[in-house]
């Protein structure tokens, strides 16, 4: 008869992986579980010690987004615009960091003003929180980033680059808005633009009285964005998402509040460069990474459950879920932890740096979650990381057989796509944030 899972039971799983050999030359450095973090009751290896966590850092992102924004809220890009001189119109676009301002989202603006007639602009300006590229969801969710990026360099090319392929692509986005929202987008897109430049908000506020229309385009609701982040594990959103909310300076009073210390202790717990995970490069041959405490880990997982119940949302639509993940596209590392026990009842969080290979989440149990961490200290190899991997699973492995598996989460993944109904362009005076 399998144990009821409890503290004596974390105890048991601390002893049982404390003497299980290693077989791989990563070495399993740290590792926590418990019931109720928030009450102090962890149990494990090095359970105090901070070390890099690298993509587990988008929990705290997401912790810190839904906590200060709620699960429903919408980043807003507003199009402004004026007649030109030419008898056209000057477009200026102010952006909010928008995780997911892509190809797709521009697809979806540009039908918008095609149908209002507007296809030939005579300039189109941005501001510097428009933070556009054509693909976020594959080579630039990798990436190393600064916490800048892209800079105004970047969005003019990508944007001057996006103009000459404007309908490349474009019948997929045109299925999934008729599809998934009943929007019927227009059969081609056009638009031509003999200037394309960065304008900073300061420098267009001594315009703006000059541009009489504005419209809103509002983005698909932040918990929508937070699970994709995750799935896909997706530096760039990251990034966005937490510089949207002031960056590291804003997130360490605000941490220090959530989990109760003075704001001169939090640095013993936990330490944030950027909301991705990965690298921060300071000066050549000197990078810092995210650290945090293996408990540290575990609370803020706590606390993130606790504010998605609280605004009736649930931990399955932030967190990827094993098992559950949209057919033909790529689930995530966490499917390399998947299997027939924790289909369903494990959601996670993984992530590699150079000297770690990390995963944070929840088991769901008969008796409510366990919370769960592993840091395991790794070289900078490929082969370092995939045994890194293989210790990792073995743990949880252990860990899935010494449990009694509680309910599955009732979830079905959905495509994702950065608009909805909602993303339809508004009057911006008329219309307040949902």
Same mark, same amino acid.
């Given at each position: 008869?399998?144990?009821?899972?409890?503290?004596?039971?974390?105890?048991?799983?601390?002893?049982?992986?404390?003497?299980?050999?290693?077989?791989?030359?990563?070495?399993?450095? %740290?590792?926590?579980?418990?019931?109720?973090?928030?009450?102090?009751?962890?149990?494990?290896?090095?359970?105090?010690? %901070?070390?890099?966590?690298?993509?587990?850092?988008?929990?705290?992102? #997401? @912790?810190?987004?839904? $906590?200060?924004?709620? &699960?429903? @809220?919408?980043?807003?890009?507003?199009?402004?615009?004026?007649?030109?001189?030419? +008898?056209?119109?000057?477009?200026?676009?102010?952006?909010?960091?928008?995780?997911?301002?892509?190809? &797709?989202?521009?697809?979806?603006?540009?039908?918008?003003?095609?149908?209002?007639?507007?296809?030939?602009?005579?300039?189109?300006?941005?501001?510097?929180?428009?933070?556009?590229?054509?693909?976020?969801?594959?080579?630039?969710?990798?990436?190393?980033?600064?916490?800048?990026?892209?800079? /105004? *360099?970047?969005?003019?090319?990508?944007?001057?680059?996006?103009?000459?392929?404007?309908?490349?692509?474009?019948?997929?986005?045109?299925?999934? #808005?008729?599809?998934?929202?009943?929007?019927?987008?227009?059969?081609?897109?056009?638009?031509?633009?003999?200037?394309?430049?960065?304008? $900073?908000?300061?420098?267009?506020?001594?315009?703006?009285?000059?541009?009489?229309?504005? *419209?809103?385009?509002?983005?698909?609701?932040?918990?929508?964005?937070? *699970?994709?982040?995750?799935?896909?594990?997706?530096?760039? #959103?990251?990034?966005?998402?937490?510089?949207?909310?002031?960056?590291?300076?804003?997130?360490?009073?605000?941490?220090?509040?959530?989990? *109760?210390?003075?704001?001169?202790?939090?640095?013993? @717990?936990?330490?944030?460069?950027?909301?991705?995970g990965n690298r921060l490069d300071l000066a050549p041959n000197k990078s810092v990474y995210n650290q945090?405490?293996?408990?540290?880990?575990?609370?803020?997982?706590?606390?993130?459950?606790?504010?998605?119940?609280?605004?009736?949302?649930?931990?399955? !639509? &932030?967190?990827?879920?094993? +098992?559950?993940?949209?057919?033909?596209?790529?689930?995530?590392?966490?499917?390399?932890?998947?299997?027939?026990?924790?289909?369903?009842?494990?959601?996670?969080?993984?992530? $590699?740096?150079?000297? #770690?290979?990390?995963?944070?989440?929840? &088991?769901?149990? !008969?008796?409510?979650?366990?919370?769960?961490?592993?840091?395991?200290?790794?070289?900078?190899?490929?082969?370092?990381?995939?045994?890194?991997?293989? $210790?990792?699973?073995?743990?949880?492995?252990?860990?899935?057989?010494?449990?009694?598996?509680?309910?599955?989460?009732?979830?079905? /993944?959905?495509?994702?796509? /950065?608009?909805? !109904?909602?993303?339809?362009?508004?009057?911006?005076?008329?219309?307040?944030?949902?």
């Open positions: 008869m399998m144990k009821k899972p409890s503290y004596v039971c974390a105890a048991i799983l601390t002893l049982a992986l404390a003497t299980v050999s290693q077989a791989f030359a990563a070495e399993l450095k %740290i590792f926590c579980h418990s019931n109720d973090p928030l009450q102090g009751l962890v149990t494990g290896q090095n359970v105090d010690l %901070i070390y890099p966590i690298a993509s587990v850092s988008k929990v705290m992102t #997401a @912790h810190w987004a839904v $906590t200060s924004k709620g &699960v429903g @809220h919408r980043f807003q890009t507003i199009f402004h615009f004026r007649k030109s001189p030419a +008898g056209t119109m000057d477009l200026h676009v102010a952006g909010s960091r928008d995780p997911y301002t892509d190809q &797709v989202m521009f697809q979806f603006v540009v039908s918008q003003l095609n149908q209002s007639e507007i296809k030939k602009l005579n300039r189109i300006s941005f501001d510097e929180n428009f933070k556009f590229r054509r693909d976020i969801r594959n080579g630039a969710a990798k990436k190393y980033m600064e916490n800048f990026e892209p800079g /105004p *360099k970047t969005v003019k090319f990508q944007l001057e680059q996006m103009l000459k392929a404007l309908n490349a692509d474009y019948e997929y986005t045109r299925i999934k #808005a008729s599809a998934y929202y009943g929007i019927e987008l227009s059969k081609t897109l056009e638009l031509t633009a003999l200037e394309v430049s960065h304008l $900073t908000s300061a420098e267009f506020a001594k315009e703006a009285k000059e541009f009489s229309n504005s *419209k809103k385009y509002s983005s698909i609701p932040l918990a929508r964005i937070l *699970k994709e982040m995750n799935r896909n594990s997706n530096n760039h #959103a990251a990034t966005q998402i937490f510089e949207a909310m002031g960056g590291a300076a804003a997130y360490k009073p605000f941490i220090a509040k959530q989990l *109760k210390l003075p704001e001169d202790q939090v640095q013993k @717990h936990i330490r944030f460069y950027n909301g991705s945090a405490s293996c408990r540290t880990m575990l609370k803020v997982q706590q606390l993130l459950n606790l504010e998605l119940t609280r605004q009736k949302s649930g931990i399955e !639509k &932030v967190i990827s879920v094993a +098992g559950r993940f949209v057919p033909n596209e790529d689930p995530g590392f966490i499917e390399f932890y998947a299997g027939e026990k924790t289909e369903g009842i494990l959601l996670a969080k993984t992530g $590699t740096v150079g000297p #770690a290979v990390t995963i944070g989440g929840q &088991v769901m149990t !008969k008796s409510g979650p366990l919370y769960f961490g592993y840091i395991a200290a790794t070289k900078l190899s490929e082969q370092d990381w995939a045994e890194a991997r293989e $210790t990792i699973k073995e743990k949880i492995d252990l860990m899935m057989s010494e449990i009694l598996p509680g309910p599955k989460f009732d979830y079905v /993944p959905l495509q994702f796509v /950065p608009f909805d !109904k909602s993303s339809l362009f508004s009057n911006q005076s008329n219309q307040k944030d949902k």
